[in-house]
């Protein structure tokens, strides 16, 4: 689940290391696993007697300790779990924290920075970050923005374009992914002239 296999710890390592609550804590920031806690308790309980080695290990555990009804919906038990897993070994989200102001700050008037994201919690940073980067100090009830307050960024998206129909038939993993982006309208305090 390494994207550099060579550094860092791996899913295992996660799986058989981690406390119950650090378990749960991955399990539900980056998973946004509602049995997070009985699933961190689950592992915990299973690795005493034999470390973790194998996925099938783990999804064979997901399918005893998520209920059946759950199991039902939301497309594969296991898929939460693993993105957590995943997205901890990386630091994705941290990476992503530091990615998007470098490139709005890398941008010049005309510049553009165009991110998609195949989750939520990707998708919530980037509109955050978005948000900030295109927003003024002028207060909202000021019936206009002074010249020299305006913001330096422009949203070319409104809110988060999503795949069509048509590009979701031909490939369906488009159907997760929100695209959002910004330009650079005028110098500021980021970015060159």
Do not use: C, W
């Amino acid at each position: 689940m390494r994207m550099d296999g060579t550094t860092g710890p791996t899913a295992a390592d996660v799986l058989n290391t981690y406390p119950a609550p650090e378990l749960t804590r991955v399990l539900r920031e980056y998973g946004e696993e509602k049995f997070a806690r009985k699933i961190a308790a689950a592992i915990v309980r299973a690795r005493e007697t034999e470390p973790f080695t194998t996925s099938a290990r783990l999804v064979d555990l997901l399918y005893a300790e998520i209920p059946a009804p759950a199991r039902r919906t939301g497309g594969h038990p296991a898929k939460r779990t693993f993105q957590a897993l995943r997205m901890e070994v990386n630091d994705e989200l941290a990476v992503l924290r530091r990615a998007i102001p470098a490139a709005i700050d890398a941008i010049r008037v005309g510049g553009r920075v165009v991110v998609e994201s195949y989750h939520s919690l990707e998708d919530r940073l980037v509109k955050q970050a978005f948000t900030a980067a295109t927003s003024t100090d002028v207060p909202d009830d000021l019936p206009f923005v002074p010249e020299g307050h305006e913001p330096a960024l422009r949203l070319l998206t409104r809110g988060a374009e999503k795949a069509g129909p048509a590009e979701t038939a031909a490939n369906p993993r488009a159907a997760s992914v929100r695209l959002r982006a910004l330009e650079r309208v005028r110098p500021g305090e980021r970015g060159a002239a």
